[in-house]
């Protein structure tokens, strides 16, 4: 029987989190425990391994695709397995430059030359 890999929450106030990479390929083995993918969340990059073994069959949440916290993102199961019957709820592409906060990243600016302060040793004497 197929079993859904889902979004876990990874944190207590975590909504939603983003598929950054996956370490598997559909058709590849998943052994029990082992890391299929990384997860963003809004604090740091994540492995998440599978509760499961199998082969994984679908991929259901592409990389860089933001999925709220319990929407199945893979399936895994025994090959040949069908995976029609998955329903594909609230997936959404990721927010244009969240993928890479240096993509429009503005360049440091060179320091300003300032007028230098007048000495106040120099005005009290006078």
Known sequence: MATELKMPQMGYDMEEGTVVRWLK???????RNE????????????????????????????????????????VIGDEGEETDNISILDL?????????????????TEPQESTPALSVTKEASE
Do not use: C, W
């Open 25 to 31: 390929e559909e058709g590849s083995a998943v052994n």
């Open 35 to 74: 890391a299929v993918a990384e997860i963003e969340t809004d604090k740091a990059i994540v492995e998440f391994e599978s509760d499961s073994e199998g082969v994984l069959l679908k991929i259901i949440a592409p990389e860089g695709t933001v999925v709220p916290v319990g929407q199945t993102i893979a």
């Open 92 to 108: 959404r592409p990721p927010e244009e430059g969240k993928s890479d906060p240096t993509k429009n990243a503005t360049p440091p």
